[in-house]
């Protein structure tokens, strides 16, 4: 069983934590640590109980309040090597543990696994935990395009966070400059509301439970345009879950993720 808590997600900043058997790892720390620590608060996750910090890649809006966090709670740092480098100079005594392709990570009841993405970074990572009884959460943003490896790797999970970040049309008539707009719908940038629900749709199986909709673009995209391009598709394709929104500036309710004689469930606390 994991319970998955999406604290905040968008251009101004992102974080995600999985909690099982009374530990917690955070995927993510895009806010101020003092953020992170209200967000926590606010959803009912306690931060004592946080064993790692999971980060996807060194840009602001995932990794600001790492440094900090990982200070002050004395944990490690599980990211890419190439990643870390950017980050080091501000990590101080922060442990740090390879995270990336071909590598599989267990810390408590947790297994962390890692492949890379095609997004404008060092070395940015998808990521997917695995806990307890067989719930298992991917958490990918920043994509791109989803490669080969993405699509590998979020195959067969009960619960995916992943980004659709704006829609199209918005995108080609918003004030952004043409490279600008290039960029985002390039393949160093992120995913679309189109291309998120055609990734979904090929991703769908009986045991998907939970899908949360992330990292939209406040000038590019909504939530109801997001869910309106996802939702259909999944319906079609067969999907009896839970779709969610991620917010930037308000945490989802708890998503609990269980797996229990073949039968999954996600529920929202």
Request: aromatic share 2%.
């Amino acid at each position: 069983m994991i319970t998955l808590y999406v604290l905040g997600s968008g251009s101004r900043g992102n974080c995600c934590a999985v909690e099982s058997e009374g530990m917690a790892l955070l995927i993510d720390a895009g806010f101020s640590a003092r953020e992170i620590e209200r967000r926590a608060e606010r959803a009912g996750l306690d931060m004592a109980q946080v064993a790692g910090i999971v980060l996807t890649h060194e840009h602001g809006d995932h990794a600001c309040g790492s440094s900090l966090l990982a200070r002050r709670l004395q944990v490690p740092v599980l990211t890419a090597p190439g990643t870390w480098r950017h980050l080091a100079a501000t990590m101080e005594d922060a442990e740090h543990r390879d995270l990336g392709l071909c590598v599989r990570l267990e810390l408590g009841p947790f297994t962390i696994e890692a492949c890379p993405t095609s997004h404008d970074a060092a070395e940015p990572l998808a990521i997917v935990v695995r806990g307890s009884g067989g719930a298992s959460v991917g958490v990918a943003y920043d994509l791109g395009r989803p490669t080969t490896a993405v699509r590998y790797l979020l195959r067969n999970l009960t619960a995916i966070v992943l980004e659709a970040n704006h829609d199209e049309v918005q995108l080609r008539t918003s004030e952004y400059p043409p490279v600008v707009q290039r960029r985002i719908a390039g393949s160093g940038g992120h995913l679309s509301n189109r291309a998120a629900a055609e990734l979904l749709v090929e991703l769908h199986h009986p045991g998907l439970l939970a899908v949360i909709l992330a990292h939209l673009s406040q000038q590019c995209n909504t939530a109801a345009e997001a869910r309106a391009a996802v939702a259909p598709a999944l319906r079609r394709a067969g999907f009896r879950g839970a779709l969610h929104v991620a917010d930037q500036d308000t945490p989802l309710a708890p998503i609990l993720v269980v797996q229990r004689v073949g039968v999954q469930l996600a529920l929202a606390l």
